[in-house]
């Protein structure tokens, strides 16, 4: 009845992993309990006992040390730690060392996003996974320390930068999970919040075939948006005017920019597709030369999807094609 009354303290059991997890918290809850409750008691027996009734009695002198008593107590703390130890250890050994089999899926935390990678390439901002199977997460940091944690798989890793973290879980529920990173890592941690979806292998194996391709069913500035909350972008760069370690998005395609060396340049496909590959040659004044190259991490298809997302959040998504025209008939002009 006591634990059946603790488990419903803790979040709702959804991996093969809890066992290991939630039986040594409650047996180890049950005891600390038990032992404050009995110091706590005998405390107060031994202040009404032994307090002075009246203002001029004198207590008789102590018997001094007492190593029976010492050698009891000190038993007692030992047996406490001895059972800590023994049953946590067996969870914790078997929680590094994932099963055979398991799905491996490689997680890249930034400030603000996880970037789930399954086999084949695949990368989505959703873990995926199915009913039964288990699932090993090979986890990276770009940036600063970050902590990995899906309470229904009782899962915590931390993921430390130059570092290669691993982690697995084998879900017993479909459903839909909370997974954020709750290590503290500046105001954006408010954002880096997505989640774990276990599905039955049938809609699991629909899923991953969906993924294989992002243009599949969605037009160009759908694939750009999904990109710019995929790739991280959204860490640095809003949508909404405000500032970050970036400018904003919004209505910046087709605008002219101002760059750190004094020079402006109109924010077309091509500057645009520039900044992405390589982001720290013309930098926007008022900003540092601190943007991650993607180079090698998005192709050409990849990127006209974010142009074209880019133009829908513009008020002037035409001029850069005006521009870019005029450019062109002034070239072939010359000629």
Known sequence: MTMMFLATW??????????VVDGPFQNLYVITAFSVVLVTGLALVFIRTFGRQDEDQRGDEGSGFSR?????????????????????LPGYVDSTVPPYGAVPVGVTARTG????????????????????????????????????????????????????SRAWFTPTLA???????????????LVARTALVVQNQADYDAWMQSVADIF?????????????????????HTINGAKLVGPSFLNVYGHQAKLRDGSTVLVDAEYIKESILYPNNKVVEGYEPVMTPFLGKLDDKEIGAIVEWLKTLSEHGGAA??????????????E
């Open 10 to 19: 803790l979040p709702r059991a959804a991996s093969g992993n809890a066992g």
């Open 68 to 88: 029976p008593l010492f050698g009891l107590w000190m038993l007692a703390a030992l047996a406490m730690a001895v059972f800590s130890i023994a049953s946590g």
């Open 113 to 164: 996003a996880f970037t789930f990678e399954y086999p084949g390439g695949n990368s989505v901002d959703t873990l995926h996974a199915a009913v039964g199977q288990p699932v090993v997460l090979t986890m990276e940091s770009t940036d600063v320390v970050h902590g990995l944690s899906i309470p229904a798989m009782r899962l915590h890793q931390a993921i430390v930068p130059g570092r290669t």
């Open 175 to 189: 459903d839909t999970f909370a997974l954020q990173d709750d290590i503290f890592s500046g105001d954006s941690l």
């Open 216 to 236: 599949a069913g969605r037009t160009l500035p759908e694939v750009g948006e999904l990109l710019y909350n995929r790739m991280g972008c959204k860490a640095c």
């Open 321 to 334: 094609e005006t521009g870019a025209a005029a450019a062109d008939s002034t070239a072939g002009g010359k």
